[in-house]
């Protein structure tokens, strides 16, 4: 069974920087792919980061690429967004799940087992 829990959001000003991590206490976590998405106050819940079984593969949404990494460390069974030179529009609640299903790491119909989110404030 996934169970996920994201952590690491915070308020910070534009530019700054935040640590997310999402921690799973499941036993099957370096069998998926895993994702990180956020949905702004309104917004549909959109694609960032996804990166592959064993960290090899990663892949961005254009809006964050070149200023968020990802990364994940299979024997603690987390996965870790970097984010650095944050904008006000990266503002929204971040949520981390596995990649189920085949199909396009962006899509969120190919994901399962969201966590409750993290809130990530950015002001200008």
């Known amino acids: 069974q996934v169970q996920l829990v994201e952590s690491g959001g915070g308020s910070v000003q534009a530019g700054g920087s935040l640590r997310l991590s999402c921690a799973d206490s499941?036993?099957?976590?370096?069998?998926?792919?895993m994702g990180w998405f956020r949905q702004a106050p309104g917004k549909e819940r959109e694609f960032v980061s996804a990166?592959?079984?064993?960290?090899?593969?990663?892949y961005y949404a254009d809006s964050v690429k070149g200023r968020f990494t990802i990364s994940r460390d299979n024997a603690k069974n987390t996965v870790t967004l970097q984010m650095n030179s944050l904008k006000p529009e990266d503002t929204a609640v971040y949520y981390c799940a596995p990649k189920l299903y085949a199909g396009a790491y962006d899509q969120r119909q190919k994901y399962a087992y969201w966590g409750q989110g993290t809130q990530v404030t950015v002001s200008s």
């Open positions: 499941g036993r099957t976590f370096s069998a998926y792919a």
């Open positions: 990166i592959g079984q064993s960290g090899g593969s990663t």
